[in-house]
């Protein structure tokens, strides 16, 4: 009885934190459409979050449409369906891989630098001196964060396609011996706006994850610089799941047949 009374108590704490991430989402939400907007600190955060990670994003996904051609002709080769690569790198980028790497590297490092900063206010009650000051510290720290997500993902993302299908020409061309002017020829009568659409979409919904996920975790961080580092963590494992399951979710809506 101690085992099924255990995975009660579990259950329950399962229940109780869907609940307090349901109640901080919809205040989130709300908060977006009330004013006041504080414009400074969204440039700041637009900044942040999509300026600053785009090296990383690019670097990423050039090499990802590097290795996928790689791999696409190596498998491509034992069927004698080598020209098939252009066409699925730029498939797979624009719809899948695009969104899916940027969305995890920008939670990697946006979420972990959300949490820690509203974490440390959170400890060190700097949020409670906002509440004492009349400022509303949902409408203040999380709304920003939210909107700048929403608006430089599909912005990221976009680049990150570009830069993928990039990496996947100059291996096929400087490795595998293709020809530079076909295989643009392919991947442009290949790709859909639909395609393309599909990965910002996902991108904006990312976005939100992540910077909802880094908010909350930082605004339920206690316990001094261990309960800062915990948020942290927990930050960057449920955005990273989250839109892992977002993902499947969305593919499942947008390429229904």
Not at 2 to 22: C, W
Not at 68 to 77: D, E, K, S, V, Y
Not at 179 to 195: E, Q, R
Request: glycine share 10%.
């Amino acid at each position: 009885m101690n085992i099924f009374a255990s995975v009660g108590r579990l259950f329950l704490l399962f229940l109780a934190e869907v609940g307090r991430l349901t109640r901080f989402t919809f205040s989130s939400i709300t908060s977006i459409v009330r004013p006041p907007i504080y414009w400074r600190l969204l440039v700041q955060q637009i900044m942040r979050i999509g300026w600053f990670s785009l090296p990383v994003v690019g670097l990423t996904a050039f090499f990802t449409g590097g290795a996928l051609a790689l791999q696409i002709f190596i498998g491509g080769n034992r069927y004698g369906a080598e020209a098939i690569v252009p066409q699925i790198v730029v498939l797979g980028i624009t719809r899948e891989l695009g969104p899916v790497i940027a969305g995890l590297m920008v939670a990697g490092r946006v979420a972990a630098a959300i949490a820690a900063e509203i974490g440390t206010m959170r400890v060190t009650e700097q949020i409670d001196a906002l509440t004492t000051l009349s400022t509303n510290p949902v409408k203040y720290l999380v709304v920003p964060r939210l909107i700048a997500a929403v608006i430089t993902m599909p912005i990221l993302v976009g680049i990150a396609d570009a830069i993928g299908v990039f990496g996947g020409y100059i291996v096929a061309t400087k490795s595998l011996n293709f020809n530079g002017a076909v295989y643009l020829k392919n991947t442009a009568d290949f790709v859909t706006s639909h395609d393309v659409m599909s990965g910002l979409v996902k991108a904006a919904v990312f976005g939100f994850i992540i910077a909802l996920m880094g908010c909350y975790s930082g605004f339920n961080s206690k316990g001094g610089a261990q309960g800062v580092g915990t948020a942290t963590t927990n930050a960057v494992v449920s955005s990273s799941i989250l839109i892992l399951a977002a993902n499947y979710l969305l593919t499942s809506i947008l390429f229904t047949s």
